[in-house]
């Protein structure tokens, strides 16, 4: 596999890379293995990377792109990266495919690198406590890198000795149920010996890796009530991991101090990154080259005008009509606020430095009162809900932090809020709703939060809806597809299928009122391309990298067992 072992040669790269002020690592270059891992600054300094840098490319815009553009959160029908997603018809090629397969892979040697050397600082005296607060840190991320693959691609090699693989580069995958269950094996080692408190802001704890491990065992109880097994690793029942979950989600929220941010916007202010409700985020650098940058929301944000002159290429690039639907049909509207800049709505700290923004039809600027004026009306007049989260606005709305393609934003991989809704999955289990007392409490608490009312009883569709309008362009829409197939795969095609892909709509948030752009027939009018797919099984997962493919034709034969023993 010569991709994957180029891979392996950026990772160790990484270790000359320097290493991130906020994670308590003073700027020194990391530079051999050899001269390495003598105190505790510089084991420190290994894992400080696995913050930023080797998630780059993953959270460029794959993350979006195919996360929640596969799960109809999101439509572009003229972007490369995003609609061949949408749209079912992602090749081997596609943009963006390999680059994200590279980042996940580059986590997960990186992560390598530092667990097969960290073992010699405790030789030069370092404390073995925080050795194995370290590794704890390497296995949480790479459990995360191999989840995220597993769910993206299904079969993966597991690679722990990145040596073995430049010996011999063409290697087999391993089965899905194999990946899995060596994730939480990583989690889990991550649940015992990660600190209670982080050793600096912005590095993972105890409760970071039991929240992580709610979402790992509810997706191992699906892929086990599905019957999907057939190596044994996954050793326990259904019933038994959805306890598992239940109880990992019960730590996080009985003892962990973390709890919901009171305002649901200010999860997506720079001012607000490692608030209480994060357990998990990614930790980007201001002021730094590309590569420790938070690129995103310049793939994301509508116009120049909202980020205050910086990059922004999204002005095609739309919340579905589905979702804003779905939104709209809940009076779910703070949240909506939050997730889509739609025709009406009003930021005040958007554009702060000019008295705030408000969004309007077509392209336009703002008087010197602050006014939204119409310049002329354009081919998006009736497409109206362009991407709001994850963009922060310009430099003023952030304190001056954000700068030309780095927002700064601490971006979320895993909120309090989603492990709230992972002890809803865990206690519905193999039924069909719960009535469970905690879990009725934190589903009320996160519907208060978005203005909506309590209800008493928990559904399957009811906890469905909440996910993708809590955790929307997140990273986990598309992962809760695959999920929830596992068990009911018709049900998710069936959905999926009736979803209006790439249809235009409008929605006016000031009077709550959405209708679908219709053609002179009546039916939906679609917008660019029009070679949509029909679900299939086969488009639960992504095809592998041309590139890889090339090198590797181990990836097309069957999956091999993995040996957990070795």
């Known amino acids: 596999m010569k991709k994957i072992f180029s891979i392996i040669c950026l990772s160790a790269a990484l270790f000359s890379f320097s290493a991130c002020d906020f994670l308590g690592v003073k700027s020194e270059s990391l530079t051999t293995l050899d001269n390495f891992f003598y105190t ?16 780059f490319d993953f959270n460029n815009n794959f993350s979006f792109g195919f996360m929640d553009g596969r799960a109809n959160n999101i439509f572009a029908p003229w972007s490369d990266y995003i609609f061949p997603y949408v749209n079912l018809t992602e090749t081997t090629s596609t943009a963006n495919l ?13 992560s390598d690198y530092a667990l097969n050397n960290l073992g010699r600082a405790v030789e030069h005296g370092v404390s073995k406590d925080v050795v194995n607060e370290c590794k704890a840190e390497c296995r949480f991320m790479r459990g995360v890198a191999y989840w995220y693959l597993a769910m993206s691609w299904g079969n993966v090699p597991i690679i722990e000795d990145p040596q073995k693989l430049i010996q011999n580069p063409k290697c087999n995958t391993n089965p899905i149920e194999d990946v899995l269950a060596f994730a939480i094996k990583d989690m889990e080692f991550a649940a015992e010996n990660l600190p209670e408190k982080p050793a600096n802001v912005g590095r993972v704890t105890k409760w970071s890796a039991q929240g992580m491990l709610a979402r790992f ?64 985020a990614l930790q980007w650098v201001p002021n730094s080259d590309y590569g420790t940058t938070n690129f995103s929301d310049s793939y994301l944000a509508l116009s120049s005008t909202v980020v205050g002159g910086r990059s922004a290429w999204g002005n095609a690039t739309f919340g579905s009509g589905e979702l804003v639907k779905l939104f709209s049909d809940r009076g779910d509207l703070i949240r909506l606020k939050a997730t889509y800049f ?72 895993l909120r309090v809020a989603d492990v709230m809704l992972h002890y809803c999955e865990a206690c519905i289990a193999g ?75 409008t929605y006016k948030y000031d009077t709550n009122t959405f209708s679908w752009k219709t053609n002179d027939d009546g039916s939906i009018e679609k917008v660019g391309s029009k070679d949509e797919e029909t679900p299939t099984a086969n488009r639960l997962l992504l095809p592998y990298p041309e590139s890889e493919l090339i090198k590797n034709q181990l990836l097309k034969a069957a999956p091999v067992p993995y040996n957990f023993n070795d």
Do not use: H
């Open 40 to 55: 505790e600054g510089e084991c420190r300094a290994a894992t400080a990377p696995l913050y930023n840098k080797v998630w």
């Open 342 to 413: 739609t025709e009406g709505c009003y930021y005040d700290y958007i554009r702060s430095d000019e008295g705030g923004y408000l969004v309007g039809t077509g392209t336009g600027s703002y008087d010197s009162n602050g006014d939204f004026q119409l310049v002329s009306k354009d081919e998006y007049e009736e497409i109206r809900a362009w991407i709001k989260k994850g963009v922060v606005g310009c430099s003023a709305d952030t304190d001056n932090l954000a700068t030309n393609q780095n927002s700064c934003l601490a971006n979320p991989l």
């Open 98 to 110: 390999y680059s994200a397969w590279q980042s996940l892979f580059v986590i997960i040697t990186q």
């Open 431 to 505: 039924g069909t709703s719960t009535t469970d007392p905690l879990a009725i409490t934190v589903f009320n608490r996160i519907r208060a939060r978005a203005g909506l009312a309590p209800v008493s009883e928990i559904t399957t569709a009811s906890l469905w809806d909440e996910r993708r309008c809590e955790l929307a362009l997140e990273g986990v829409a598309w992962p809760d597809f695959v999920r929830r197939a596992y068990y009911d795969e018709a049900a998710v095609l069936d959905f999926m299928g009736k979803q209006n892909r790439n249809a235009g709509f």
């Open 217 to 280: 065992y509810n997706t191992a109880a699906a892929f086990v009530r599905g019957g999907k097994g057939s190596t044994g690793s996954l050793s326990k029942t259904a019933d038994q991991y959805y306890a598992a979950a239940k109880e990992a989600a019960r730590i996080v929220i009985e003892e962990s101090g973390n709890d919901l941010l009171e305002n649901y916007e200010d999860l997506f202010k720079v001012q607000f990154n490692n608030n209480k409700e994060v357990l998990f």
